[in-house]
Each structure stands twice: as structure tokens, then as C-alpha cells.
């Protein structure tokens, strides 16, 4: 554990994702060195997160976009959480998330619940 280090910049942040990202296929047992090693990192990108990205008012379609994006997660994965056509119906703002997506989705992606519950405008409705 040590080379796990500060975030201080955005280089910083990316370096811990990717090493955090490593345990997502197999999250190591607790107390282990790599369970250690997986808390530690965690802790600091969540700090990290809370002091530099507006997450707690933030639209819950874009943190979507970004973990998809910046955390190794997938349009595919979301699907298998809460079905294909859902999946695709919320990134394109059609259909809204509803609270057993927003538990599915936290739970299985570390996403803040309360990050994904806050409201956020969907697409106008073309007749």
C-alpha cells in the first residue's frame, strides 16, 4: 500500500481510478492488503470527487455519462442492471430513473443514491 498517495490534481485522480478499477471484476475481503489498499483508494476519490466535481446537485443522467465515461463502466452494464431499452430511454433523457434503478445502479457502481435521486430535466416530447 505504499504507493498510494494524495490526490492533489487531476493526474492524480485518473492514476487512482485506474488502480481502483482494477478490483471491480473481484472487490478484494476486507482486511487484506489489497482490501486495505481498495478502502484507502476509495476514500481518497471520493474526497477527491467532493472537492472538485458538483456531484451533490449534479443531474443524475450526466453522472451516468461520466462514470460510463471516466470510471470503466458501460452503456451494456446499465443495461444489465435495469434493461436495454430502459438504459437507453435514461441516457437519452426519455423515461426517468426510478428508485429501484437508482438502488440497483448505487449499489452495484458505488454511485452516491442521493446523487442519483436528484431531480433533472427529461427530453421535450415530440407529438
Same mark, same amino acid.
Given at each position: ?6 490526490? %492533489? ?5 485518473? /492514476? &487512482? $481510478?485506474?488502480?481502483? +478499477? ?8 476486507? !482486511?487484506?492488503?489489497?482490501? @486495505?489498499?481498495?478502502?484507502? #483508494? +476509495?476514500? =481518497?476519490?471520493? &474526497?477527491?470527487? @467532493?472537492? %472538485?466535481?458538483?456531484?451533490? %446537485? ?6 451516468? %455519462? ?7 463502466? +458501460?452503456?451494456?452494464? =446499465?443495461? !444489465?442492471?435495469? !434493461?436495454?431499452?430502459?438504459? +437507453?430511454?435514461? #441516457?437519452?433523457?426519455?423515461? *426517468?430513473?426510478? #428508485? @429501484?434503478?437508482?438502488?440497483? $445502479? !448505487?449499489?452495484? /457502481? ?5 446523487? #442519483? &435521486? ?5 427530453? *421535450?416530447?415530440?407529438?
Amino acid at each position: 500500500m505504499m504507493d498510494v498517495k494524495p490526490l %492533489h490534481n487531476e493526474r492524480d485522480y485518473d /492514476w &487512482a $481510478i485506474r488502480e481502483v +478499477s482494477r478490483y471491480f471484476e473481484s472487490e478484494p475481503e476486507p !482486511g487484506t492488503a489489497d482490501g @486495505d489498499r481498495f478502502e484507502v #483508494l +476509495s476514500t =481518497l476519490i471520493k &474526497a477527491y470527487e @467532493d472537492k %472538485h466535481f458538483a456531484t451533490k %446537485h449534479g443531474d443524475p443522467v450526466d453522472i451516468l %455519462h461520466f462514470a460510463i465515461e471516466s470510471m470503466g463502466r +458501460s452503456q451494456a452494464e =446499465l443495461a !444489465g442492471l435495469i !434493461g436495454r431499452n430502459r438504459a +437507453s430511454e435514461i #441516457l437519452n433523457r426519455v423515461r *426517468p430513473l426510478t #428508485l @429501484d434503478m437508482i438502488r440497483a $445502479i !448505487g449499489q452495484e /457502481w458505488n454511485l452516491p443514491v442521493e446523487a #442519483l &435521486a436528484a431531480r433533472y430535466d427529461l427530453a *421535450p416530447t415530440y407529438a
